[in-house]
Every structure is written in C-alpha cells, then in structure tokens.
C-alpha cells in the first residue's frame, strides 16, 4: 500500500461551519504534512507532525487547527474560515529522514 | 514559491522532448525534485536528485543539476499527450529529520498532436 487517501475528495462549507479533513497512510510513514494549494498557485506547508508531535507550523492562522491522533491518520479541522481560504488542501507523508514525500489526491474546499 | 523559480508555460509537438527549466536560490539545498500534477489530482514525484550529482536519467526522464549556476533541468524524451500537465521543481532542506519540499509554480506542460 503506497497510498496517502484524504477524504472528502471535494466540502463546501459556510463560513460558520465546522467541518474536518482526513488523511489516512497505512505505510508506517512517521512525518506527515498539510499543504495548501490555490489556483495556478504551488503548494505551500502549512503544517508538520513528525512521531505524532507538531513540529511545524507555518504560521497558519487559529482557524486551521490540525490534529495527529495516530501514526496512521492526520486531520484538519475548520473553523470560521473565509472564502479565501477556497483552495486544494493536500496531504503528504514520508517516512523520517526519507527524500521521498507521498501526497495525496486533495480535498477541494470551497468556502461559501 | 518565490526561492524557487520555473516558466509558467511550454508547448511541444507529440514525439518531441520537452525542456522545463527551473532556478532555485538556496545553495544548502540536499535534494531537488520534479513533480507532476493532473488536473484536479494531487501531486506525483516524478523523480530526485541528491544535490552532489549532476545527472539523473529513469526512462524517459533526464534531470541535470547545474549547482554552481542553481539550474535544475527536467527533459522528457518522446513526449505524449498523456504527459500534459504542470510539473513542479521543488528543493528541500533537512528539518528535524525529513526532507520537505518547497515548489516553484509550476510550468503547465501542453502537447499537442
């Protein structure tokens, strides 16, 4: 199994909505990550937990609040967000110390 | 994305190689990486290379590393229509054990028949 499977594949929620993203890799994979993707735009990190403990954020605003209940699964969990915040939400993992980062195929949110 | 530059665009006749051509800023850089990106589909490493090499050949794909000007080069030989899509040069350096990946934005690949 060499797959990074993010669920839902497409949300649309309100801006008073609470809604989760779901990563889940059953690759042993220790670091995992979330990027945030806009249209005609890179990827840009948002988030890194490596062994279950965030040691990456990018300076992402309150509203994102990521969560690593396990060595399996990483969730994003949304809050109050705004339209801007529309955008592909990616997830990758690798394992510690690797080169290679997996992504998945992307939950597309759009913020109404 | 603004350390890591690359063309946003290049076209090419099917059967032809492609060039994409991307620049980078960072001279610490351990690894460099070609992505590749569907539409509406997440992203696919295409291929790497360790920073102390200066070419990579897997099939169809050629990467060159040109560290002393911060090139890295990604050629496609025979290039398919299947190959339409926006490629991603991405550096990375170490941070607390793994390598993350940082992109230019992307050069949209089209081929036409």
């Known amino acids: 199994d060499t797959e990074v499977t993010q669920t839902p594949k497409h949300l649309v929620m309100g801006m008073t909505n609470k809604k989760s993203l779901k990563c889940e890799q059953h690759m042993g994979h220790r670091a995992m990550y979330w990027y945030k993707q806009k249209a005609k735009k890179p990827p840009e990190l948002m988030f890194v937990y490596s062994y279950e403990k965030l040691s990456i954020n990018e300076s992402v605003p309150s509203r994102f609040s990521p969560e690593c209940p396990n060595s399996s699964l990483l969730n994003l969990h949304l809050h109050a967000l705004q339209p801007e915040d529309s955008a592909l939400y990616l997830c990758?993992?690798?394992?510690?110390?690797?080169?290679?980062?997996?992504f998945g195929q992307g939950t597309r949110l759009t913020v109404v | 994305g603004e350390d890591v530059e690359q063309s946003l665009f290049l076209s090419v006749r099917e059967g032809d190689s492609s060039v994409i051509n991307c620049t980078y800023t960072d001279s610490s850089s351990t690894y460099l990486y070609w992505y590749k990106q569907e539409p509406g589909a997440g992203l696919q490493l295409l291929t790497y290379?360790?920073?102390?090499?200066d070419m990579k050949q897997d099939q169809r794909l050629t990467v060159l590393l040109n560290k002393k000007d911060k090139h890295l080069s990604l050629r496609i030989a025979d290039t398919q229509t299947g190959d339409s899509a926006i490629y991603f040069c991405?550096?990375?350096?170490?941070?607390?054990?793994?390598?993350?990946?940082?992109f230019g934005r992307g050069t949209s690949l089209i081929v036409h028949p």
């Open positions: 990758a993992s690798s394992q510690q110390g690797a080169t290679e980062a997996f």
């Open positions: 290379i360790f920073s102390n090499m």
């Open positions: 991405a550096e990375s350096l170490p941070s607390g054990g793994s390598y993350i990946p940082t």
